[in-house]
């Protein structure tokens, strides 16, 4: 039975329209849906094991600033324990910033945290045009 509603929650977590990775505590990527496939074009063996500040996702705000070095997000959810929710820009495999929508949750086992979730999906590129990035300094 257990095996079932693993390949069940499995099925359902990669059908939905929506890109889901889990992040450990050192930001290394530990879980990358299909959703995530689909939308970004890495594929999970390219992504798990991997930090999410490697540079393949990029991702920007709407001032074009990476945020990826700095507290993205994701890192902010880890440190405090607080959901985000804001639109980004990130690198798909072919290089094309896509607009996205990303919402972070935390992940805790009692109180220890244990990294962080994000839920991302596609925006309009009419409504959310892709800025110019700004440089590092």
Do not use: N
Not at 77 to 92: N, Y
Not at 96 to 112: A, C, D, N, S, W
Not at 127 to 137: A, L, T
Request: some cysteine; charged content about 30%.
């Amino acid at each position: 039975m257990d095996i079932e509603i693993t390949e069940l929650l499995q099925k359902i977590v990669d059908e939905v329209p929506l890109g889901i990775y889990v992040l450990d505590t050192e930001r290394k990527i530990v879980f990358w849906s299909a959703g995530a496939e689909r939308i970004t074009g890495y594929s999970r063996e390219e992504m798990v094991g991997r930090h999410c500040f490697e540079g393949m996702l990029d991702h920007i705000d709407r001032e074009g600033v990476h945020l990826c070095h700095d507290f993205c997000p994701m890192m902010a959810t880890i440190f405090d324990g607080q959901s985000r929710e804001q639109p980004v820009f990130l690198k798909d495999r072919t290089g094309q910033r896509i607009p996205v929508m990303v919402h972070t949750e935390p992940l805790f086992k009692g109180q220890k945290t244990l990294g962080a979730i994000e839920y991302f999906w596609l925006l309009s590129k009419c409504e959310y045009p892709v800025p110019e990035e700004r440089r590092h300094s």
